[in-house]
């Protein structure tokens, strides 16, 4: 064999060693892939067109930004194992833990999704049946963000949120899988619909083996409330694409027993990866004559979650009744003040009938997929909120933007999942 037919063994087998090498000490396929593509191009080509690298380069930050992803999923199944709920279930009320949660595995890995919607079992008694409020519906909406005070900002985009109530577990494919099934040792289960909500974005971090309805009543306990008060719950979301999740806000309607709407829990997830729950009651006394709003809630903000918005502020939010008839119309506001100040309003609308995934027929939900796969995406909501970022950075001083420091984290908020080199 001559030399020139052997050089490109040369170059390749180093590479090839590497990759093994990385592929068993932190098994990551998706960078160690990207590095050595990277390293091949380099070496085998000496002039490289504007299209390589750019190829080159979009294909090493995509596989940089899925490897970090995969670490904080990986982080986020793991902070739940199967040992502790089932050693805290006899104990729920004393210790904190959610009643029920030695929920049958057995049961779960066996699940397989249709089109009708799967109550849990968690008493054992498969003739248990569970009454919802609402149904689950994907509301295309606006978001339209205004600043009053300070700089004068404001924009607009698009904005998908999903409804459904909680303790509903279903699949509407080719939609959305409401509460999938945990199943250990997969770390991407199969999909069957384009969007999922699922237990371990929500509430604390990991649980990936509870359910939705153990999580929010671990949560109610934790706050010193009884679940019972409110046996019905509408959680209304942004959905989770390709197993990532960028959830700014979320919101966990409340109903008591004669289906009126008498508390909400407010879900918030900063850009630094930790997480806040308020449990608000409605403070509105009487109901709305011509508005929309028929909820109002109060409460403190303690925690960092835009260095262009103040820390010592509160929050008051209004919102419509997403369940109640007819739903053709979602309007959210959420409220930042300061004292008696307005900083900050930002307003949900919803642009059109919500889409029941029940009962859509397979052409309108591909036409709705076609118009809104891409805006819940965690790459798209990244992009967005660093666009502005730095357009409202470049276009004020210093003076009028006031940058607020990040502060040390508060122990009312969940921290951020730890990386695999955080941990």
Request: charged content about 25%; some cysteine.
């Given at each position: 064999m001559c030399k020139d037919e052997m050089a490109p063994w040369y170059i390749l087998s180093p590479l090839l060693l590497s990759l093994v090498v990385r592929l068993v000490l932190e098994r990551r396929v998706a960078l160690a892939l990207a590095e050595n593509l990277l390293l091949i191009a380099s070496i085998q080509y000496a002039e490289l067109s504007w299209v390589k690298v750019v190829v080159i380069a979009a294909i090493f930050v995509a596989s940089a930004f899925l490897q970090t992803q995969l670490e904080y999923l990986d982080s986020a199944q793991d902070t739940y194992s199967y040992a502790a709920p089932l050693q805290c279930a006899a104990n729920s009320r004393i210790s904190g833990c959610p009643a029920h949660t030695s929920r049958d595995h057995k049961r779960d890995l066996n699940y397989r999704t249709s089109r009708e919607a799967?109550?849990?079992?968690f008493t054992g008694n498969s003739q248990a049946e569970k009454t919802f409020h609402g149904r689950a519906a994907m509301f295309p909406c606006d978001l339209r963000h205004l600043r009053r005070s300070g700089f004068k900002d404001n924009y607009h985009h698009s904005y998908l949120y999903v409804g459904y109530p909680v303790g509903l577990r279903a699949c509407y494919s080719p939609l959305i899988t409401v509460e999938p099934s945990y199943r250990p040792g997969f770390l991407l289960p199969i999909?069957?619909?384009?969007?999922?909500?699922r237990p371990e974005d929500h509430a604390f971090n990991g649980g990936a083996n509870l359910s939705m309805t153990q999580k929010l009543e671990e949560f109610l306990l934790s706050e010193g409330e009884d679940p019972a008060e409110w046996p019905y719950a509408y959680l209304l979301t942004p959905p989770s694409v390709t197993w990532q999740l960028n959830n700014p806000l979320s919101f966990w309607y409340l109903y008591n027993t004669r289906r009126?709407?008498?508390?909400?829990?407010?879900?918030?997830?900063?850009?630094?990866?930790?997480?806040?729950?308020?449990?608000?009651?409605?403070?509105?006394?009487?109901?709305?004559?011509?508005?929309?709003?028929?909820?109002?809630g109060k409460?403190?903000?303690?925690?960092?979650?835009?260095?262009?918005?103040?820390?010592?502020?509160?929050?008051?939010?209004?919102?419509?009744?997403?369940?109640?008839?007819?739903?053709?119309?979602?309007?959210?506001?959420?409220?930042?003040?300061?004292?008696?100040?307005?900083?900050v309003n930002a307003v949900v609308n919803s642009t059109g009938p919500p889409l029941d995934a029940a009962s859509a027929s397979l052409g309108s939900s591909l036409l709705f997929l076609v118009k809104w796969w891409w805006v819940p995406m965690c790459s798209v909501v990244v992009f967005r909120i660093l666009f502005k970022a730095a357009k409202i950075y470049l276009t004020h001083n210093e003076k009028e933007l006031n940058i607020q420091t990040r502060a040390e984290p508060t122990t009312n908020a969940i921290a951020k999942s730890a990386r695999l080199s955080e941990r």
């Open positions: 799967q109550v849990p079992n999909k069957k619909a384009w969007f999922s909500i009126e709407l008498t508390a909400m829990i407010v879900q918030l997830q900063t850009s630094y990866g930790e997480r806040r729950l308020w449990l608000t009651r409605n403070c509105r006394m009487e109901a709305p004559r011509n508005g929309p709003y028929c909820f109002k409460f403190d903000k303690d925690l960092q979650v835009s260095p262009f918005t103040p820390i010592a502020a509160s929050y008051v939010i209004d919102s419509s009744d997403p369940c109640a008839a007819p739903l053709d119309k979602l309007k959210i506001m959420v409220t930042l003040k300061r004292g008696r100040e307005t900083v």
